[in-house]
């Protein structure tokens, strides 16, 4: 019960931690939200988030491109994608990092999953055009706390693997020739 990984790694109701029956009853309501994410928006997102960030390093000629620029994106993308409010998400954040680094770990996981529980029941009193109202109407009908469960898994896959593409993808960019050339006259999109 001390140990402190143990809240990053016990077993959870999300589709992640489960099998069978139960991780194909929690899949198909993350699936169904993910799947009505209109991508126009998302695009438009990605571009009022990226532009700011980058202008606020690009004159520098150096930037920590993982605090600078790939984490604050897809933070503020997924935060939009989820329609959780700032607040909630940095309280979810500051959770997640304590429990991925061991200090106040549990503290950290009851505050990621009251940040969860206080989307669920915003969505709830106020619906909108996001991934988790979407969740929330869907006809499997998943209870308050796996709905949060399932909230929490997005921005644990969501946030980690999708900064690393990101730098990694900037990084190419940046130091092979001819892929940066190509990205730079236009004929290869970032």
């Known amino acids: 019960a001390a ?3 143990l809240p990053l790694m016990q077993w ?45 390093f690009c004159e520098d000629g150096s930037a920590d491109l993982i605090r600078q620029y790939a984490f604050p ?21 500051s959770g997640m990092a304590a429990m991925f680094e061991g200090v106040g770990a549990e503290r950290g996981n009851k505050a ?8 669920i029941h915003l969505k709830q009193t106020t619906p909108g ?12 009908g998943l209870s308050d706390m796996e709905l949060a469960h ?19 993808a900037l990084r190419l960019i940046l130091t092979d020739q001819q892929l940066g050339d190509s990205a730079l006259d236009g004929s290869l999109s970032t």
């Not at 994106?73 to 935060?79: E, H, Q, R, S, Y």
């Not at 990621?112 to 989307?119: G, I, K, P, Q």
């Not at 921005?155 to 980690?160: Q, R, T, V």
């Open 112 to 119: 990621v999953m009251n940040a969860m529980l206080e989307l």
């Open 129 to 140: 055009s996001d991934v988790t109202t979407q969740m929330l109407r869907h006809p499997i």
């Open 150 to 168: 399932q909230v929490a898994t997005l921005y644990g896959a969501g946030i980690e693997p999708l900064q690393n593409l990101i730098v990694n």
């Open 12 to 56: 959870r109701p999300n589709a992640r931690r489960s099998d069978g029956a139960t991780h194909s009853r929690y899949r198909q309501v993350i699936v169904a939200g993910l799947t009505q994410a209109d991508r126009y928006d998302l695009h438009d997102t990605v571009a009022q988030v990226a532009v700011p960030l980058i202008n606020s």
């Open 3 to 5: 140990c402190p990984g």
């Open 73 to 93: 994106l897809t933070f503020a993308v997924l935060n939009s994608l989820l329609g959780c409010p700032t607040e909630l998400a940095q309280r979810a954040a």
